[in-house]
C-alpha cells in the first residue's frame, strides 16, 4: 500500500525546492543548531540509539527538531528508523503498525521494513498491523523530509500508539529490541512528540521540565503518574517511554536535551503557547 501525503502544504512545503530551503532554513535557524550538518557514512558502532523530536508545522518547530537530527546525521543513518508517534485521529488499533508498502513525500518515497514490522507485530502483546491509524496522521509524516534530505538509503516502521499506558510502552519496546536482535536489524528509534499545549509560557516550562526530570532519570513510570498527577498535555508521551525502555535494554539510557523551545519564541505570543523539546538518548 503506498502512503500519500496528508498535511504537505500544512505543515511543511509540498514545493520540493521550497522545501529543502526550509529545512536548511530550520538547521540555519536562530534557534536551531545554526548549521547544516553533513551526513557520516563511516562504518562504526551507532552512538544514537533514538532521538526526541517535535512534529508540529515547521515554522514552529522545526528548528528545535533540527537539533536531534543534526546529531543524528553526524552519528549515521542506521538501516531502519522505527518512528514512533501519538494517535491524535482516533482511527485504528491501541497500537497501529504500518507493515507494508512505502509513504510518499514531496522529496522522496520511503519504503516499509515489512519483515521488522511484522516481526514487531508477532512479538508484541497489543501491536496490530493497521492502516487507518496513520492515513490522516501528520505526527509520523512530518519527520520523513527531514530523513530523505540526507539520505535515501533507509527504511522505517511507522507506529501509532492510542493506547500510552507504561504496559503497552515497555511491551513494544520489548517487542521492538527483541526483534530488531531476532533479524540482526541496525535501527534507531524516532520518538515524536509535542509536549505541553496551550498554557502560559512560565506553566509550559514548568511542566516541560517535570517531564524532562524524569527522562533525565530514565524513570518510566515516573514519567507517565507525572503526566497523569501534574495533567500535563503532552501528546506523545507513549513513545517516549517505549524509546527510555528501549533505550535501557541497550545499556545506552542518557538522555541528552539539546533544545527546548515554545511556539511562543516564534510568534512572540507568550498567553498560549506549545512546548517543542529535542533530544538524543546515547
Known sequence: MIREPAVAGAFYESNVKYLRESIEDCFKHRLGPKELPKLSRINKEKQVNAIMVPHAGYVYSGPTAAHAYSKLVKDGYPETFVILCPNHTGYGADVSVYNEGSWVVPNGVCDVDNELADEIIKNSNFAKADFNAHLKEHSCEVQLPFLKYFDSNFKIVPICMMDQSVETSIDLANSIYESSQNIGRKITLIDSTDLSHFKSQEKTIEHDN???????????????????????TICGYGPTMVSMEFSKKLGQKNFELLQHTTSGDITLDYASVVGYGSGIWY
Open 210 to 232: 517535570l517531564v524532562f526530570n524524569e527522562v533525565f532519570n530514565a524513570n518510566t513510570e515516573g514519567l507517565y503518574q507525572v503526566v497523569k498527577k501534574e495533567q500535563i
